[in-house]
């Protein structure tokens, strides 16, 4: 594995990307929006498969109209899915969140669990969607693994993982604690801006020194 300096390598990317990745932000406004650990699991739930700035838009719908779990369970199934059509899926994702929120009302009092395996027990709340409640929702250490700390994990050589609970894992082990809450809010951004899927922009990225990547594909070229 590799001999990361995982300390400098937040630093750096806190210097570029020093901005909010929870799922229901406004992906164009560097404003972090509040913390409500019940909006982040509902907004994280609503992130499945759609861009940001549709998971921006059906949330800030759906808790304008819908603000607490006992609201949002007692909400017509109907008007749930119109609010949240703009995220896809929005059958699927509209049963889910009312179900989820009749469970935090009912059984938990309206108080959503900062337990991962109680998160976990909760219908569609996967280790991502529950990591991210942990961090952005109570500012516990975790890591939430979504598709861009995954493919940059393995892209730098920092984990060798096919898939998302697996690279969670791998880097649970080697990045030291203190830095869990910051790896996913800044992996998002660096993600989005530099560490792009197809075509990463390594001729303007900061880590480029701690990347297996660019010492394969680029210092390779000029051999």
């Known amino acids: 594995m590799k001999d990361i300096d995982f300390g400098e ?3 750096r990317l806190k210097r570029h990307f020093d901005v909010g990745a929870f799922p229901g932000k406004d992906p164009d406004s ?7 650990p019940f909006q ?10 759609t861009k940001d700035i549709n998971t921006h838009r059906a949330s800030k719908l759906l808790f304008d109209h819908y603000p607490t779990p006992k609201k949002l369970a007692n909400a017509p199934l109907g008007e749930i899915k119109e609010l949240i059509h703009s995220t896809g899926f929005y059958n699927v994702k509209a049963k889910r969140v009312k179900e989820v929120a009749k469970i935090i009302h009912e059984e938990y009092g309206d108080e959503v669990p900062n337990d991962i395996r ?6 569609g709340v996967g280790r991502k969607t529950a990591n991210c409640v942990l961090v952005y929702g109570f500012g516990e250490p975790a890591i939430p693994v979504d598709t861009h700390v995954h493919r940059i994990s393995n892209r730098m050589g920092l984990v060798n993982s096919k898939d998302p609970d697996e690279t969670e894992r791998q880097l649970s082990n080697i990045i030291p604690r203190k830095y869990w809450i910051e790896i996913n809010r800044l992996m998002v951004v660096f993600g989005k801006d530099i560490c792009q899927p197809r075509i990463p922009r390594c001729e303007i990225c900061p880590l480029t020194d701690m990347c297996d990547y660019y010492e394969e594909v680029y210092r390779n070229e000029d051999r």
């Open 9 to 11: 390598m937040v630093t």
């Open 30 to 36: 560097d404003e972090v929006p509040d913390s409500d």
């Open 40 to 49: 982040v699991l509902i907004s994280t739930i609503l992130s499945q498969r």
């Open 118 to 123: 109680e998160l976990l027990d909760l219908p």
